[in-house]
């Protein structure tokens, strides 16, 4: 089941939905090694959310649903941007919507390092989104977010060897016929660490 989630409006509701995902990691994960830290992508905060590096007044968070798993237990991720640098006197920043992580339209997609530190394959089925228009633009001032939760087709990597993994998310959208001046530009999120048990 895919849940999607906006701002503004929503704000307050996902952002204590998401707290107790944030309350979760940081209670389950112990804190990294000076050689672990040397290794992680730099991570950012933004209004309570870590994320990676902002380009463009734009960053992208990706944030788990726990931090560990048993083989063949299905793992849920949130994944979205966040306006992190944007004036009121700018207006707001036109973004498109974070579509499945595994949209070759759209250019949605995760990269996952395995115990082993390779890179796994995805080995899911691509859906057949239509390419990105008007109607996937949304406006986004200082602050707001949008995102949504994964499902099992976007998460379909080997997670069967017990171990640790590192996930991010990867955001290189489209430019969609006849909007002008949306956001451009790619962003992966911070980074992740899921741990897979028998």
Do not use: C
């Amino acid at each position: 089941m895919t849940v999607s989630f906006l701002t503004k409006f929503g704000r307050p509701l996902l952002a204590t939905a998401l707290g107790l995902f944030v309350v979760t990691w940081g209670a389950a994960e112990s804190e990294p090694t000076d050689e672990q830290a040397k290794e992680r992508a730099p991570a950012f905060r933004t209004g309570g959310f870590t994320h990676g590096e902002s380009g463009r007044g734009l960053a992208a968070f990706l944030v788990r649903s726990g931090a560990r798993f048993t083989v063949g237990e299905s793992i849920s991720l949130s994944f979205g941007v966040i306006v992190t640098e944007r004036a009121d006197a700018q207006g707001a920043l036109k973004v498109v919507r974070p579509y499945g992580a595994s949209d070759p339209n759209n250019r949605s997609w995760f990269s996952v390092l395995g115990p082993d530190g390779r890179a796994l394959k995805y080995r899911g089925g691509f859906p057949n989104h239509t390419r990105a228009g008007a109607k996937q633009v949304v406006d986004l001032w200082n602050g707001d977010f949008i995102g949504r939760t994964s499902d099992d087709e976007e998460l379909s990597f080997d997670f069967k060897t017990p171990g640790r993994y590192r996930i991010r998310w990867n955001y290189l959208p489209p430019r969609p016929e006849g909007v002008e001046e949306v956001w451009e530009g790619k962003l992966i999120s911070n980074e992740i660490e899921i741990e897979i048990v028998e």
